[in-house]
Structures are given as C-alpha cells and as structure tokens.
C-alpha cells in the first residue's frame, strides 16, 4: 500500500487532563512577567487560574468578554492589549472566548486593524508576524479551538462570521482541563458536544483526508457517541466530560488539518445571521448532510472507499457491525432529539431565507471539503430536511 502525503500542524504543546490548570504555573516560568488574561464572564474557575498566575508573581490584566465576542469588542481588547505592553496572553472560556484570544495575541505583534486581516468583509491580508505567546485554556468541550488555526469573529453589521485564518494562529500551548467543564449547563453541554462529535464526524470524508486525522476521527467518532448523552445527563459525570473534552481536541486536531464539508459550510452563514449556538445548529444540519453527501457519494464512480467511511460511522456510532449508513443517519437524529436539539426553523431559519444561506455557504471554507460538491438543489433539500 502506498502512504498518502500529508500535512499535520497543531499547537507547540497539548496538555490534558484533570486537574492540568496546575501545571500552569510551570509552564508560565518561561514567560514575561505580565500575563493579559481573556476570558468569558461566567467561569468560577477563572479565580484558580488568576490565583496561579498572581502565586507564579505575574502581574496580571483581565479583559472580561461579557458575551460573544464581536468584531468591536475583539478591537477593544486588541487596543486595551497593545496598551498593557503584555508579554503573554491566556485565553480562558469557551471557544469564541479562545478565539478572541488567537487574534489578539496576533494583533499584538501585527500592525493596523483587525479587519484588515479578515476574509470576505476585509482585506483579506496575511499576518506578517507570529504572535505573541498564548496560551489556550477551552473551558467548554466544543470547538476544539485551542490547536486550531483560524478565529471566528462575529460582524454583527453584515450578519456574517468570518475567519482570520493563518498558522501563528496555532496556539503556543494548549491546557485541556475536562474538571474545568463540570459547571457547564446541560443546554452547553449538548450544543458544544454535538460541535465535538461534527468535527470528528467530517474530517473522516470530506475531501481532505489524512492518515494521521484518519486516526483521530476513527479514536473521537465513537467515543463521542458513547459520551455525550451521559455528559448531558450528569454533568458532574467526570469520565465523559473528561472524554467529551478529549473528542473535542480530537475533532481542532481533524478539522484543522483536513476541512469539514457541509454541515459547517451552512453552519457558519446561519451563526452569522441568526442568534443561535453553533453547535446547535451544526447538530440541527448533521444527519442530513449526512444523508445527501452519502446518497451523492455513492452514485460517483471509484468513490467506494468514501462510501465505506460513511458506513463505518454508522458501525461505530451505533455500535452494531451491521448498521446501515441510515441507521447512522437515525441514530443521530435521535441523539439529536434526546438533547432537545430543536431544528432550524426553531431557530428563526425559514424558507424564504434559503437562496441566501445557500449563495453564502457555496464560498465558505469548509463547504469546499465537502465529500461531493452540492447542487443547489440538493444543499435547498438538506435546509428543508433540516428544519
Ligand atoms: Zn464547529
């Protein structure tokens, strides 16, 4: 057999595992002493790692991010930042909260604007610079942006999410704590898991396939179909939030090195007009993209190794030897429904809204890993199933 090329890049260092914010303070040691520190609004245990910063004699600058971060607030921390003459940044939160992180470690050391550097409403330019050192704390199990390369930014004016994309993106270091994700509420849990459980889902057949991501999604694929309910279920239910938080590094690790498809390339389009969380909306799209990408799939001639994948996650998700790609299509419907997942209309999506979901999801990144490409009657097909 011969080795298909390929092309792997993730963050300098991953650390995982209960209780790893400790090693914090080791890790910083390396660093200047001013640290400035990102994070959401709602983390209890931000006061433990503020604690290990001030024990580890840093001085410290909080920028809260009370919200999902826009484009104005990212700006705002970015020119608090350039002020503080930090010589690190954390990034403690959820994955927007992570991602703000990315771009303001980048913009520190990167002159002019951040939409200077953004797809589709800026300029689209490339980062001359690395950044500066920052270190990636996810308290939620979702994204899996701490190895990921780009930072997704909400402009609220154009209704768009956007990417700033470039490899000193990658984090500096990762800390994956899944103690840090006990406190998050059932809802969060289920919209950020099902974020997880896509993004081990797509990189296995979209277009990009890669060995060393091959394993991962064939580690994270199962795992996240026997975690994430129980995670749902019992919060404090340590082993599957701690392999939830695993399935989630695993899908940054995938995505980052080998696209998604479909589910993402509408998901980012139906984040930036509507108020929904996008590991909802990812989960409302799931089973029938997988549907249509696998009944499309399968009409290519030379593509039955592709059909193959789609049936080995119906195998490994349903945990039966004999399943059908449509017993995997169902059993996610299903998971889906036992999260109380609600479908996109109930998300504020109608018909009428289509033709430009569509026209925007046929540029977006992701789309273009997609196992086929999509007619627009076929990607109109998926909305209306999704609904
Ligand atoms: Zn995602």
């Known amino acids: 057999?011969?080795?298909?090329?390929?092309?792997?890049?993730?963050?300098?260092?991953?650390?995982?595992?209960?209780?790893?914010?400790?090693?914090?303070?080791?890790?910083?040691?390396?660093?200047?002493?001013?640290?400035?520190?990102?994070?959401?609004?709602?983390?209890?245990?931000?006061?433990?790692?503020?604690?290990?910063?001030?024990?580890?004699?840093?001085?410290?600058?909080?920028?809260?991010?009370?919200?999902?971060?826009?484009?104005?607030?990212?700006?705002?921390?970015?020119?608090?930042?350039?002020?503080?003459?930090?010589?690190?940044?954390?990034?403690?939160?959820?994955?927007?909260?992570?991602?703000?992180?990315?771009?303001?470690?980048?913009?520190?050391?990167?002159?002019?604007?951040?939409?200077?550097?953004?797809?589709?409403?800026?300029?689209?330019?490339?980062?001359?610079?690395?950044?500066?050192?920052?270190?990636?704390?996810?308290?939620?199990?979702?994204?899996?942006?701490?190895?990921?390369?780009?930072?997704?930014?909400?402009?609220?004016?154009?209704?768009?999410?956007?990417?700033?994309?470039?490899?000193?993106?990658?984090?500096?270091?990762?800390?994956?704590?899944?103690?840090?994700?006990?406190?998050?509420?059932?809802?969060?849990?289920?919209?950020?898991?099902?974020?997880?459980?896509?993004?081990?889902?797509?990189?296995?057949?979209?277009?990009?396939?890669?060995?060393?991501?091959?394993?991962?999604?064939?580690?994270g694929i199962p795992l996240g179909a026997k975690n994430l309910l129980s995670a749902y279920e019992n919060g404090a239910h340590l082993e599957a939030r701690e392999n939830m938080a695993y399935v989630s590094l695993l899908g940054g690790l995938s995505l980052a090195n080998a696209k998604l498809g479909a589910v993402h390339g509408f998901a980012g389009p139906i984040g930036g007009m509507f108020n929904a969380p996008h590991g909802t909306i990812c989960a409302a799209l799931l089973p029938a993209v997988m549907q249509v990408n696998a009944e499309q799939i399968s009409k290519v001639d030379g593509e039955e190794k592709k059909v193959n994948r789609f049936k080995e996650i119906a195998e490994w998700i349903t945990g039966d030897k004999a399943a059908t790609i449509q017993d995997g299509v169902e059993w996610i419907s299903s998971l889906a429904a036992s999260l109380e997942i609600p479908g996109l209309s109930e998300l504020g999506v109608s018909s009428s809204d289509f033709a430009s979901i569509i026209d925007k999801s046929k540029r977006s990144s992701s789309m273009k890993g997609n196992p086929v490409t999509l007619s627009d009657d076929q990607m109109e097909r998926i909305l209306e199933m999704s609904m």
């Open 1 to 219: 057999m011969t080795m298909k090329d390929f092309d792997f890049a993730t963050s300098g260092r991953i650390l995982f595992g209960r209780g790893k914010l400790d090693v914090l303070s080791e890790v910083i040691k390396y660093y200047g002493k001013k640290a400035l520190v990102i994070k959401g609004k709602k983390f209890p245990n931000a006061d433990k790692l503020l604690e290990i910063l001030h024990r580890a004699g840093k001085n410290i600058q909080i920028f809260v991010v009370p919200h999902e971060p826009d484009i104005d607030l990212i700006e705002q921390s970015i020119r608090e930042a350039r002020k503080s003459q930090c010589d690190f940044v954390v990034g403690f939160g959820g994955g927007a909260v992570v991602d703000a992180g990315k771009a303001v470690s980048a913009l520190l050391n990167n002159p002019g604007n951040l939409i200077d550097y953004l797809e589709v409403v800026g300029k689209g330019e490339r980062l001359k610079n690395p950044s500066f050192p920052y270190i990636a704390i996810p308290t939620t199990a979702g994204t899996g942006s701490e190895v990921t390369r780009n930072a997704v930014i909400r402009v609220p004016k154009s209704r768009v999410k956007v990417s700033l994309r470039h490899a000193y993106l990658l984090p500096s270091i990762a800390i994956i704590d899944p103690e840090l994700t006990l406190s998050v509420p059932p809802p969060v849990t289920a919209s950020t898991g099902m974020d997880a459980f896509t993004q081990v889902i797509e990189p296995y057949v979209t277009k990009f396939t890669n060995p060393v991501v091959d394993m991962f999604c064939r580690e």
